[in-house]
């Protein structure tokens, strides 16, 4: 059977279990483009250039796999000591009962189930739209499944500065939950935003953020997805920046059968900044891949591509990471980097590392490495009475270090180690059980 033909049948069996949402107005003209771009591409197969390091195939299925819940015990929530305005979905449904009022100074909170009905909303002009840009010169057809029959998200709008972050919370409850959320941000000229995202979501999530930061606007993204080891999910990211905008996005993975996360990110105003970090530790049966596609569109414009993989017991990681300078976006500065360290001979790192400049003023690098943990210092901190559980845990962390200093919050920093920390912990002691 041809390609085009299998992804079509993938995509009718699909799209079989997901009813067409209620809408009217601009969110349904912008649903039915998003059906119309799905339709012409199906759904990715292994043989498609940037599957061929990930099988779709659990994602393609019509239904979720079944992914039973983890117990984390004594161990806090994420961000729980950070004052925050807290907003929970469980299985992909918003929970007003767990969430906090979501009146704020300088921000306006609305859902995408409440706000897509009327005939004119600010978010009309960002929902579906980034993603449409960045299906060339890659296909995603993810997001467009996600943009067409997205349940429910979030609109949010920063005139000003945000008082205390935004935390999404994503609970896990039904061990056979397919959550679909879109959020739509829109930080204006100046405002500053930190939005915080965290939990497991579903048995299978998939989820897009589009992202528009206005001139000289700020916004931080710091993600942590883990602990239910046995879920699945596709996520994208996609952002445009103006002049002298900045944006900054870490995610940590920790456990999770199948992670697939993409950022597309445009920087479309001169002197405009895009960092994007991970740090991923995965044990066993983990596969994580971190798809990045930066543009540089405009003069004088920063980007940074830093990602950590630690992987053990026959561990996969992926990344596949682009620059891309257009002509005219002299100055540039595009930096990309992405190691791992293998702590047995089973795992493996698959790496895709590219430029395409079409600028001469420039100064752009890529590297990609892979090793072994050092034998040396592991063995200089052994002869010092370090445990050698401790002291590998503390060579795991010096290597995650590059990719957790791009959180510019020092408590949110410390918390995101501590939870690094207590996952080697917990893995030291399940190895020596």
Request: proline residues 3%.
């Amino acid at each position: 059977m041809a390609l085009a033909s299998v992804k079509e049948t993938a995509l009718a069996a699909r799209l079989a279990c997901l009813p067409m949402q209620d809408g009217a107005g601009w969110l349904a003209v912008a649903r039915t483009q998003a059906l119309a771009r799905l339709t012409a591409m199906g759904l990715p197969a292994k043989r498609d250039e940037y599957w061929r390091y990930t099988d779709p195939a659990t994602l393609n299925a019509p239904e979720a796999a079944p992914a039973a819940r983890f117990d984390p015990g004594d161990e806090a929530p994420a961000f729980d000591g950070i004052d925050r305005l807290k907003i929970v979905f469980v299985d992909g449904v918003f929970d007003a009962g767990a969430s906090d009022d979501l009146a704020m100074a300088g921000v306006e909170i609305e859902r995408l189930s409440r706000a897509g009905s009327v005939d004119i909303h600010w978010a009309q002009g960002l929902y579906g739209v980034l993603e449409a840009r960045g299906q060339s010169p890659v296909q995603r057809p993810f997001a467009a499944l996600n943009t067409a029959y997205a349940t429910d998200g979030l609109l949010i709008r920063v005139t000003g500065q945000a008082a205390r972050p935004i935390a999404l919370i994503y609970v896990h409850k039904s061990e056979t939950s397919d959550a679909i959320l879109h959020h739509c941000i829109k930080v204006e000229a100046g405002a500053e935003l930190t939005l915080l995202e965290s939990g497991p979501a579903a048995a299978r999530f998939t989820k897009v953020v589009e992202v528009e930061v206005a001139d000289g606007g700020r916004f931080h993204h710091i993600r942590v997805q883990g602990r239910d080891h046995e879920r699945r999910a596709a996520t994208h990211l996609f952002a445009r920046l103006g002049a002298d905008a900045l944006f900054k996005s870490f995610t940590l993975t920790a456990n999770g059968r199948l992670t697939r996360n993409e950022a597309v990110i445009e920087l479309t105003g001169r002197d405009a900044r895009a960092h994007v970090a991970g740090a991923a530790v995965g044990d066993g049966d983990f596969h994580h891949d971190d798809t990045v596609f930066v543009t540089h569109a405009a003069e004088a414009c920063e980007s940074r591509q830093v990602f950590k993989k630690v992987l053990k017991n026959g561990a996969t990681g992926v990344f596949q990471g682009k620059i891309l300078v257009k002509p005219g976006a002299q100055k540039t500065d595009g930096y990309q980097i992405s190691q791992s360290l293998l702590l047995d001979e089973d795992s493996q790192f698959l790496a895709k590392p590219e430029l395409e400049i079409y600028a001469d003023d420039v100064k752009c690098s890529h590297g990609s490495t892979s090793g072994a943990i050092d034998e040396t210092a592991l063995f200089y901190l052994q002869s010092r009475g370090v445990p050698r559980a401790a002291a590998q845990a503390l060579l795991v962390l010096a290597f995650l270090a590059e990719a957790i200093d791009e959180v510019e919050d020092e408590a949110i920093a410390e918390d995101i180690r501590g939870r690094l920390e207590g996952w080697l912990a917990r893995h030291a002691a399940k190895a020596q059980a």
